[in-house]
């Protein structure tokens, strides 16, 4: 079994940054591909970024393209998300999930595990 712990969760105003990361432990799979989701209330999980194994490739949701960023930390095995010039709508629950595959996937059904999440509150 996989766990995924997030952290870097926290209460911001709206134009700051925060950091999140996901630590990966347990038992390993093979170069998998990490992704974060956030769920806000009354609303659908939704995918927010995505990165494949060897980081070449990374997809970002279009509503926070250009102010995040994931990266991984293949050797920590952590994933990391920076978020920059949050906005109220950001607020969230945001997920770590883990996929036993490759490729980046933007879909959640197509992950295996995920993290207990970590509470983005955006304050205008």
């Known amino acids: 079994q996989v766990q995924l712990v997030e952290s870097g969760g926290g209460l911001v105003q709206a134009g700051g940054s925060l950091r999140l990361s996901c630590a990966a432990s347990g038992r390993t799979f093979s170069r998998p591909t990490m992704g974060w989701f956030r769920q806000a209330p009354g609303k659908e999980r939704e995918f927010v970024s995505t990165i494949s194994w060897d980081s070449g490739t990374t997809y970002y949701a279009d509503s926070v393209k250009g102010r995040f960023t994931i990266s991984r930390d293949n050797a920590k095995n952590t994933v990391f998300l920076q978020m920059n010039s949050l906005k109220p709508e950001d607020t969230a629950v945001y997920y770590c999930?883990?996929?036993?595959?490759?490729?980046?996937?933007?879909?959640?059904?197509?992950?295996?595990?995920w993290g207990q999440g970590t509470q983005v509150t955006v304050s205008s």
């Open positions: 999930a883990a996929r036993n595959g490759m490729l980046a996937s933007r879909s959640a059904s197509e992950y295996n595990y």
